[in-house]
């Protein structure tokens, strides 16, 4: 049940995504408000009926406690439901320190087995890169 909820917030932002900040907003009070409230009265609900120490308990109070946080993306639209965009961007910034690490140490190696690309190229593409894909 709280996989088809968090789907349906999922499907509004699908809609919503490329639209102005406005526009999206509007889409958010109108379809996303209703999902959200209905999600966070549903966890609620769910805790009284499962054990207090298990697992599932322990998640659904970490979800509660995070909502009032979440609650900001539906009433601005730049913001996004998610910080995915950020996680890929950060992959990219580790793997390029992780490359450049890999130049410092093949520094050592003969001049024809060296990498050929500096790590500075490859910084500067992946920031291209990062900037596409966290673009609308």
Known sequence: EA?????????VEKAARGLPPDKRV?????????VFDGLEAWLA?????????????AAIRYALTRMAR???YLDHGILEIDNNCAERAMRAIF???GS?????????????WR?????MTTMANTMIGIHQMCSP
């Open 70 to 72: 979440l609650r900001p």
């Open 95 to 97: 793997g390029i320190i």
């Open 26 to 34: 509007k889409i958010r009070e109108a379809e996303a408000r209703p």
């Open 45 to 57: 609900a769910q805790l009284p009926d499962i054990s207090g120490k298990s697992p599932l308990a």
């Open 3 to 11: 996989i088809r909820r968090i789907a349906g917030l999922y499907a």
């Open 100 to 112: 450049a690490m890999a130049v410092i140490r093949l520094r050592s190696m003969p001049a024809h």
């Open 115 to 119: 990498l050929p690309r500096t790590a």
